[in-house]
């Protein structure tokens, strides 16, 4: 069996890059943050549409369901995972 120190594979790429393009392993660009700002401009107009659906089913119509409260624990849900 061969001993090899993978330590020596840091800062090896996987393959040659195509022509004019110059590998950047040391800070390479990335796009993890998108889905967090997705969500960060979509949850003030998914909360503008909760408190609509609530006013109506509170002050309109005096009914309060379960349905309104599994969605009032989702949305809650939702806002920790943003934040």
Same mark, same amino acid.
């Given at each position: #069996?061969?001993?090899? +120190? ?8 996987? $393959? #040659?890059?195509?022509? $004019? ?5 040391? +800070?390479?660009?990335? *796009? ?13 107009? #998914?909360?503008?549409?909760? %408190?609509? *659906?609530?006013?109506? *089913?509170?002050?309109?119509? *005096?009914? %309060? @369901?379960?349905?309104? @409260?599994?969605? +009032? ?11």
């Amino acid at each position: #069996m061969v001993n090899i +120190d993978l330590s020596q594979f840091d800062n090896v790429p996987a $393959g #040659m890059p195509p022509p $004019g393009v110059t590998p950047n392993l040391i +800070d390479p660009p990335s *796009r993890a943050a998108l889905p967090k700002y997705f969500a960060l401009t979509t949850l003030p107009l #998914m909360l503008v549409f909760l %408190f609509l *659906r609530l006013y109506t *089913r509170v002050a309109i119509t *005096r009914k %309060f @369901g379960i349905d309104d @409260g599994e969605l +009032d624990l989702t949305v809650y849900h939702l806002s920790l995972f943003v934040y």
